[in-house]
């Protein structure tokens, strides 16, 4: 529902706020007086395009601002979600800036958007491939797009027959062949050239394979060949440790044990002297450990040339395969799964293409068993709801025009079934069935639109209706009936309609009346919300024009006292 609608500075309006309510909402106002640039600013929050030749005179911008409630809208929520747009607090509010250098900015809940997406959220274009739920929906002089739109002559009658569950089933279905259709033609399209794929695959898994890498131990190769080609200086310090320590008569031992024989050869001279060499047994038994352990290790610094070439060799490989893979070697090896795993599948592909095409046929099968039913339904309530709108179109006046719905059966199915819905009119019987987009007026387009309405009842989600030109051609008698039927579809929604019978506005919820002025150099439109005696006031207007007698206000009450 659109709760409130403020504009600044556009056209000939200065400041406008109003605050709309649940059900039937009337505007009214002398000819000229600004109502068709009120539906402009409404059909800028639909998305229409905007251009600075509306801004008004002085100004540097304009401002079109409408708030709506989202309550019973979870889809309008969810749309406005996937877009990152916040809708917690169950409100949308649209904001059109309008600049003179003709670029114009939206927001939609203080977020900038793209005018293409307050189109999709706020009111989209029925599209084929399925039935859709404008939040505004307008039809009259300005936007009638829905109505001219086929798939949106299916969804109404769809709506009308009952079955919109079957359909959901359907639609579900069809997505789904869809998808697998889809990877059937990627996978054949696969084939072409699996062979020379599978082929260059399995060069490079055997290339990998070969290496049987092992990531924890390969990423230390290089450092142990370091190690093996540096073990020779190892060597040569344990020789010249030997050659020190033990080589011959001056080495370090040699000194050791002459020294102890020379403290024992003085012995009788200070006796406390060997006592205090005894240290340099120690030291001895010390050495000779320490060289004992160095050569127990010996081996390991032993250089085998074949060990260290197969490394060495093992090092290149491996270099080679980074130069291909990347330097990381774990990468390596989840690529090496991968191609396993890829390989498994291609050598597998026509296996699962086989059972694709199985599921796409049995999938096929069902769908055009749904279809089927679902176009003899639509067959038999297409009959019985072009009937139930005539007798509408009648009660509205409109004698001469029969309206009929042509259901044709494709060829092929759709996301929808296999039914082409078209709705047509004929003018008089001497005149062909044509689609009532090339034949129907603003006017007839309203009032069709409020006959299927009336004949369908309410859709799914609530909305807003705006009804321009309803009353074209309209008096009397029938002029109560278009009020009393839009009064039924505002039930539990809204509708906002313009006006000029005051048969029609005595069936509203809440009026407004529109009204120009002018004010030194400038024209200036309000609007007004009309409460008891203005609203009489107003009513006896449109009844009688601009002077207003006591028969007219007299003729307003009773006119007011029986729509309630």
């Given at each position: 529902m659109l709760q409130e609608l403020k504009v600044s500075q556009f056209a000939i309006i200065d400041h406008l706020h109003i605050e709309f309510q649940n059900g039937l909402n009337i505007l009214s106002g002398e000819t000229g007086s600004g109502k068709s640039v009120l539906l402009k600013s409404l059909a800028l929050l639909m998305g229409e395009k905007a251009s600075g030749d509306i801004i008004r005179t002085g100004a540097q911008q304009a401002l079109v601002e409408g708030s709506f409630d989202l309550r019973k809208?979870?889809?309008?929520?969810?749309?406005?979600?996937?877009?990152?747009?916040?809708?917690?607090?169950?409100?949308?509010?649209?904001?059109?800036?309008?600049?003179?250098?003709?670029?114009?900015?939206?927001?939609?809940?203080?977020?900038?958007?793209?005018?293409?997406?307050?189109?999709?959220?706020?009111?989209?274009?029925?599209?084929?491939?399925?039935?859709?739920?404008?939040?505004?929906?307008?039809?009259?002089?300005?936007?009638?797009?829905?109505?001219?739109?086929?798939?949106?002559?299916?969804?109404?009658?769809?709506?009308?027959?009952?079955?919109?569950?079957?359909?959901?089933?359907?639609?579900?279905?069809?997505s789904q062949l869809s998808q697998i259709k889809t990877e059937i033609t990627a996978f054949e399209?696969?084939?072409?050239?699996?062979?020379?794929?599978?082929?260059?695959?399995?060069?490079?898994?055997?290339?990998?394979?070969?290496?049987?890498?092992?990531?924890?131990?390969?990423?230390?190769?290089?450092?142990?060949?370091?190690?093996?080609?540096?073990?020779?200086?190892?060597?040569?310090f344990i020789d010249e440790c030997e050659d020190i320590l033990f080589g011959d008569t001056d080495s370090v031992t040699s000194r050791l044990k002459m020294v102890q024989k020379k403290s024992l050869d003085l012995a009788n001279i200070d006796s406390s002297l060997p006592d205090k060499m005894s240290a340099l047994d120690q030291a001895s038994t010390m050495?000779?450990?320490?060289?004992?352990?160095?050569?127990?290790?010996?081996?390991?610094y032993q250089l085998d040339a074949e060990a260290m070439e197969e490394k060495e060799s093992r090092l290149s490989q491996i270099r080679k395969i980074q130069k291909k893979y990347g330097p990381d070697l774990n990468e390596i090896f989840a690529t090496f799964d991968k191609m396993k795993k890829e390989i498994n599948d291609l050598e597998n592909s026509d296996e699962h293409l086989d059972n694709l095409k199985k599921q796409a046929s049995l999938l096929e099968l069902e769908l055009k068993k749904s279809a089927e039913e679902l176009h003899k339904t639509r067959l038999k309530n297409a009959e019985k709801l072009a009937v139930t709108v005539n007798k509408e179109l009648l009660d509205l006046n409109m004698k001469g025009v029969e309206f009929f719905i042509q259901a044709?059966?494709?060829d092929h199915l759709t996301a929808t079934g296999n039914s082409d819905v078209e709705y047509l009119s004929q003018i008089s019987p001497k005149d062909p069935k044509r689609p009532i987009a090339k034949v129907a007026s603003g006017g007839e387009l309203s009032r069709i639109l409020l006959a299927l309405k009336k004949s369908v009842g309410q859709s799914e989600y609530p909305r807003t209706y705006l009804f321009d030109e309803v009353d074209t051609g309209v008096s009397g008698n029938t002029a109560e009936k278009v009020g009393r039927k839009l009064k039924a579809i505002a039930k539990g929604q809204q509708v906002i309609c313009v006006t000029h019978l005051p048969q029609v506005a005595a069936y509203g919820d809440v009026h407004f009346s529109i009204q120009k002025s002018t004010k030194?150099?400038?024209?200036?439109?309000?609007?007004?919300?009309?409460?008891?005696?203005?609203?009489?006031?107003?009513?006896?207007?449109?009844?009688?024009?601009?002077?207003?007698?006591?028969?007219?206000l007299a003729h307003a009450e009773q006119l007011l006292s029986e729509s309630r």
């Open positions: 809208r979870p889809d309008i929520k969810k749309s406005l979600n996937a877009i990152g747009v916040d809708t917690s607090d169950n409100t949308l509010i649209v904001k059109r800036v309008i600049a003179m250098s003709d670029k114009s900015k939206v927001y939609l809940n203080g977020s900038l958007s793209t005018l293409q997406q307050l189109r999709e959220v706020v009111s989209p274009m029925i599209e084929v491939t399925g039935s859709g739920a404008p939040l505004i929906e307008m039809t009259g002089q300005h936007d009638n797009r829905n109505l001219l739109s086929k798939a949106y002559h299916l969804d109404l009658l769809d709506r009308y027959a009952g079955h919109f569950d079957k359909r959901n089933a359907y639609e579900v279905k069809y399209k696969q084939a072409q050239d699996k062979s020379q794929k599978l082929d260059f695959l399995k060069f490079q898994f055997a290339e990998l394979s070969k290496l049987n890498l092992n990531p924890e131990i390969d990423v230390h190769l290089e450092d142990e060949i370091k190690k093996m080609k540096s073990s020779h200086k190892v060597l040569k050495i000779e450990d320490t060289f004992y352990a160095l050569r127990k290790d010996l081996s390991q044709n059966k494709l030194k150099d400038s024209v200036q439109m309000d609007v007004e919300e009309l409460k008891s005696k203005t609203r009489v006031e107003e009513i006896a207007r449109l009844i009688s024009g601009a002077k207003i007698t006591k028969t007219s």
